[in-house]
């Protein structure tokens, strides 16, 4: 197991590119499995554990697939198994997207419970509310979720809350139901609509995706395509962070600066400088920073994604600031890391009341999962002296080479091997 060791306090500078998005990816690589002729070759895929994962579970599920740098080609025409219950499918929340393609494409599925970020209770009862108004009977037994149709029919669903991945999975099953789905309350972040545009490559009917209600007729096959995942907004969001809390000037390439909107301008209240170019953004920041309020909300409100890099960021702004996280019940645990650093928070339910300190001190934190991990590397990037960061196996989940990236910045971080 590895552990990265960082030395605080360098400001950081220059230019990085930013992946396909995580979020995005994690749903086009199981839909392309809804393939009954042609291969996808999808590019600008995120060397991360999670694609890692799935990529295992296609081919366990009878795929035939090419891993390149940054892209992969998958051929689902194979396929002879729906029963997806590797390890792999239990590790990762987004193998949930299986069930909706498989379900969609074969009218049957197995597949194992999803695991994920510990950051609360993970319901898939939406979901399932979705198959079921679909036509499918849905089974939840030792561990598995089992779904069969005879046919799948379209019709009108309305979620209960705003989710991404409950929009995401019946918009899967729903391409290929006979007749017209309509999808109300959904989810508009961008991987969202990034899913539905690759499900359209393939030959897919949908509309809408973006705003509240999306539109799916049906079709009877999809077929390989050609398809760019879009740049990580969360990954970005990340590094803009970042660059705000150490001071600098940090410009952050490969981006869709639409996506990232509710994030530079809480930077911009803060007191950091956020220019658009085109495809690029830039931060900078000197000075001390202030404290903001905070509320994270589905697109395209503040993400809950990088709620908690920021929550960093503000322990060493001026003044008070208050976070309240609306989407996971449990997404500041990495609080009482920060603690370990000197950080004057104070964590009463779902909201963390932060009172700036001058400065962070380094020590030793763990990743509590995926963004926290960002998190406390940030706090090691700001803190005085050094700071190890354990457990990064949750950050390699999502995020691409971050030593690397950050070393690019001027950053003094490596990644070394626990024993040593
Ligand atoms: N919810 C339900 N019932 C459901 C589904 C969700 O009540 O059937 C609730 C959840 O409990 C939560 C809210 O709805 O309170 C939103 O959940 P959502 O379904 O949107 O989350 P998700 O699809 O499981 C994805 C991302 C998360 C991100 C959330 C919110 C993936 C693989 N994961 O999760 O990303 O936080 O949307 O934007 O796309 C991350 O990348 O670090 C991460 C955790």
Sequence with gaps: MDKLVINGGNPLSGCIEINGAKNAAVAIVPAAI?????????DNIPDIEDVHCLERILESLGCNIIIGKNSVVIDSTSINNVNANTEDVRKM???????????????????????????GVRPIDQHIKGFEALGARVEIKHGCVTVEADRLIGTNIFFDVVTVGATINVMLAATLAEGVTTLENVAKEPHVVDVANFLNSMGANIKGAGTDIIRVVGVKELKGCSYSVIPDQIEAGTYMIAAAACGGEVTIENVIPKHL???????????????????????????????????????????????QPMSTLLTVAKGRSIINESIWESRLKHVDE??????NVKVEGRTAIIDGVDKLSGAVVKATDLRAGAAMVIAGLIAEGSTE??????????????????????????RVSCSE
């Excluded at 809480?266 to 220019?275: D, R, S």
């Excluded at 949750?394 to 030593?403: A, K, L, S, T, V």
């Design 34 to 42: 809804m393939a009954s002729k042609g291969t996808c070759t999808i």
């Design 93 to 119: 929340r987004a193998s949930y997207y299986l069930i909706g393609a498989l379900l969609g494409r074969f009218k049957k599925a197995s597949v194992e419970l999803p695991g994920g970020c510990p950051i």
């Design 261 to 307: 909107e509710s994030i530079s301008a809480k930077l911009i209240e803060i007191g950091a400088e956020v220019t658009e170019n085109g495809d690029s953004i830039t931060v900078k920041a000197t000075g001390r920073l202030k404290g903001v309020n905070i509320k994270t909300q589905p697109y395209p409100g503040f993400p809950t994604d990088v709620q």
């Design 338 to 343: 920060l603690k370990k650093m000197g950080a």
């Design 389 to 414: 960061v354990l457990s990064i196996e949750h950050i390699d989940r999502g995020y691409p080479n971050i030593e690397d990236k950050f070393k690019a910045l001027g950053a003094d971080i490596r």
